[in-house]
């Protein structure tokens, strides 16, 4: 629901009762991931995608009864070996699709919720998806309270726990339980949808590869932040969709947010300047970020791992820099080589091997090489690794 927050939250504040489609599991390969969410209007807008259009039409329709019934549903969609292609899946795998109905009385919640993530707080939300419990019954949980109830208090305790621990790694999925809350059980299912804070692209370098740079971050989801030491460069006004512009020394800021990047920070480093890639590298190189790369041609890059070696950067923190910068697609112009930034940072999270998928067989989509497990016990099955 995250991309699609601000049309949910219109369609919320205008007191009308809309659907909101979700979905909570997936099985081989699928077009979306869990938590692909697609809101239907009472006057039958539509806003987002659960399938990028195989199920669409299906989904729409079983909105439609949603409202005027004001039940939730769950549906499945997938091949079938008689009609595959009227309804379910081409790419041959199954989406787990569940339909509520949405107003201000039936979720009292919604609101701070997307104001949560608005304001990069955050929140998960658990809602019974099967078993004997109610079907749409939903908890909201924050790091330090919660809202709303599943039905029993241990349920709510061993949810809260156990959701928590998910929203700590940025993870959604089905948590199984015993009817009663047991976590040695399985007849109970809840969806948990976590909403981390969105994971943060630092680019330094205020030049026009930067901007294109922050562009795409921006579309892919990360909160964006441009530094440079130069004010005249570093102004709002020449990088619009960032979300914040500073202007200090680039190794300096750096060292001050130091403990607030984690592993799904991305560190573009765009000056290639030694003066200011240098300190800021070697800064970086100690960080916990993901992704850390560095703009330059392969004479810079062999000066700037002199100069770094010189400054008593390890062979270990060095083999974490990608340099240059980017996949080798030939890029030239500003916006070409945000695209090959973009495509290595996709790469590295997701550990494709970046050739044509016209050359590779095998699954398309596949799990993150390194996503870090939710924390909860063994008895409880998490799903797919959101951000």
Known sequence: ????????????????????ATVIDTYRSSPREAGAAM???????????????????AVYELAQQVIATGTPARESY?????????????CGGTLHVLV?????????????????????????????VSGPGRLGQRRVIWPDHSEGTLGKERLDAAVDDDA???????????????????????????????????PRMLVFGAIDFAAAVADIGAHLG??????????????????????EVVVQWPHVFL??????????????????????????????LRTRAGYIGAMGSRR??????????????????????????????????????????AAELIQARWGGSGRPLSSTTGRIHIEPMASPAPSVPTEVTAGTHTR
């Open 1 to 20: 629901m995250r991309d699609i927050r601000s049309a949910v939250g219109e369609l919320y504040s205008s007191g009308e009762t809309f659907a909101l």
């Open 39 to 57: 809101a239907v209007g009472a006057t039958g807008e539509v806003i987002g995608s659960v399938s990028g259009g195989c199920v669409e039409g």
């Open 78 to 90: 997938g091949v079938s070996d008689d009609d595959a292609f009227s309804v379910g899946l081409t």
């Open 100 to 128: 509520e109905p949405v107003n201000r009385t039936l979720y009292p919640q919604l609101g701070a919720v997307i104001g949560a993530i608005d304001e990069h707080q955050p929140v998960a939300v658990a809602t019974i």
């Open 164 to 198: 928590r621990g998910m929203l700590a790694q940025g993870s959604t999925g089905i948590l199984r339980y015993g009817a009663g809350g047991q976590r040695r059980g399985d007849e109970l299912e809840v969806f948990v949808q976590s909403f981390a804070p969105a």
């Open 222 to 243: 990360y909160r964006v932040t441009v530094c440079d030491a130069r004010p005249v460069f570093a102004t709002a006004k020449r990088f619009p969709k960032a979300d």
């Open 255 to 284: 060292a001050e947010i130091e403990d607030q990047i984690d592993e799904r920070t991305a560190i573009c480093v765009l000056t290639h300047d030694p003066k200011f890639d240098v300190p800021l590298l070697k800064v970086a």
């Open 300 to 341: 810079t890059h062999d000066d700037r791992m002199a100069r770094l070696r010189e400054e008593g950067v390890g062979e270990e923190e060095l083999a974490r820099l990608h340099s240059p910068i980017g996949l080798d697609l030939g890029a030239r112009t500003p916006e070409e080589t945000a695209v090959s930034i």
